[in-house]
């Protein structure tokens, strides 16, 4: 897909999403799952999601949606500096949670692979507080810059305030 770089930057860059586990149709194996649901992939044991298969099936389509928006900070990778989150809202059902990881791409043709990690519904929380304008993302992984999270507790210092 194209993404537009951000203002100031008239550069369109070429994205690849890329899926890299089956997380967006199955999900944790439970003991009363009967074999022909199973799901055996990279010594992960999982069972076929109907749920998830149906609201997966659009995932590019949603990363082209975000490319004019944002996408969330994921703190459960806090320690994955390329570590995001889209997330997608469906009238009357739960936000679908896409966790990705954005690297830049090794070829002459592409400036960034969005390797998509899984895809859940999950309620909306307060952990998806903390955003990144989706072209910047797009842009700053192409160039291999390290984005930057917001200031988590919001503050500016010592009470708050503004420094001079």
Same mark, same amino acid.
């Given at each position: 897909m194209d993404v537009a770089g951000p203002t100031g930057d008239t550069r369109v860059y070429k994205v690849r999403v890329a899926f890299t586990s089956t997380h967006c149709f199955t999900r944790k194996r439970q003991p009363d799952d009967k074999p022909d649901v199973w799901v055996n992939t990279f010594d992960d044991p999982r069972t076929f999601c109907p749920e998830r298969y149906e #609201? +997966? =099936?659009? &995932? #590019? %389509?949603v990363f082209v949606w975000a490319s004019r928006g944002?996408? @969330? @900070?994921a703190d459960e990778w806090r320690e994955r500096e390329r570590r995001f989150l889209v997330v997608k809202g469906e009238p009357g059902r739960d936000p679908l949670i896409i966790p990705f990881e954005a690297e830049p791409a090794r070829s =002459?043709?592409?400036d960034v692979i969005l390797n998509v990690v899984s895809a859940y519904p999950?309620?909306?929380?307060? #952990?998806? !507080?903390?955003k990144v304008y989706f072209? $910047?993302? &797009?842009? =700053? $992984?192409?160039r291999? %810059?390290? &984005? !930057?999270r917001p200031n988590p507790n919001k +503050? #500016?210092?010592r009470g708050g305030g503004r420094r001079k």
């Open positions: #609201r +997966s =099936k659009n &995932i #590019r %389509e944002k996408a @969330f @900070f =002459k043709k592409l999950a309620p909306h929380d307060a #952990r998806l !507080s903390d072209p $910047t993302l &797009i842009a =700053k $992984t192409a291999g %810059e390290i &984005i !930057s +503050s #500016r210092g």
